[in-house]
């Protein structure tokens, strides 16, 4: 069973920091694309970056570009999101994803539960 | 960056209705759609890929139609479990993104 659970979310102040981590388990994760998408409390989803199997190569909505950065660890299954100089905006429960083996842009098949992240002062 | 259409935003409908959801788009994205449903508190799930391509153990009375700048997503006989939002995802081009969703609410 394909099995994302994410942790590291929280309360933290604006210009904060915070890493996110997405163990993953039922699966070849070194074979898939992932993702991070988030949801603002009430609102859409958005996109917010993507990393390539090996991790060579990593995508990043313009929102935060500069500001974030994914990296990922396939001896340990986990996908991580760095998020630096957070803003009230970035407020939203974050999810990882899994994306499809061969290529940067598709759907996204499994979803974890999401992790709340709350910047406030 | 392509825009998404999705309507209406909000849909009343009964157990036993048919439901269509509304996608467009500003620019062609051949078939490159696909649609999720969520429950409140809860992620997504992929209901269809490729504009109409069902999701592995998705009911069958889900389906999804369309191509180029114009999408459907149809649920053919309402169930209770199907009350929830609705969100239609372009992976033509990049950056990935989402319609602004649509919430089925029981009438």
């Known amino acids: 069973e394909v099995q994302l659970v994410e942790s590291g979310g929280g309360l933290v102040q604006p210009g904060g920091s915070l890493r996110l981590s997405c163990a993953a388990s039922?699966?070849?994760?070194?074979?898939?694309?992932m993702s991070w998408v988030r949801q603002a409390p009430g609102k859409g989803l958005e996109w917010v970056a993507n990393i390539k199997q090996d991790g060579s190569e990593k995508y990043y909505v313009d929102s935060v570009k500069g500001r974030f950065t994914i990296s990922r660890d396939n001896a340990k299954n986990s996908l991580y999101l760095q998020m630096n100089s957070l803003r009230a905006e970035d407020t939203a429960v974050y999810y990882c994803?899994?994306?499809?083996?061969?290529?940067?842009?598709?759907?996204?098949?499994?979803w974890g539960q999401g992790t709340l992240v709350t910047v406030s002062s | 960056v392509i825009w998404m259409t999705q309507s209406p935003s909000l849909l009343s409908a009964s157990t036993g209705d048919r439901v269509t959801i509304s996608c467009r788009m500003s620019q062609g994205i051949s078939s490159y759609l696909a649609w999720y449903q969520q429950k409140p508190g809860k992620a997504p799930e992929l209901l269809i890929y490729a504009a109409s391509t069902l999701q592995s153990g998705v009911p069958s009375r889900f389906s999804g139609s369309g191509s180029g700048t114009d999408f459907t997503l149809t649920i053919s006989c309402l169930q209770s479990e199907d009350f929830a939002t609705y969100y239609c995802q372009q992976y033509y081009s990049f950056p990935p993104t989402f319609g602004g969703g649509t919430k089925v609410e029981i009438k």
């Open positions: 039922g699966f070849t994760f070194s074979s898939y694309w």
């Open positions: 994803a899994r994306g499809l083996p061969g290529y940067s842009s598709g759907w996204f098949d499994y």
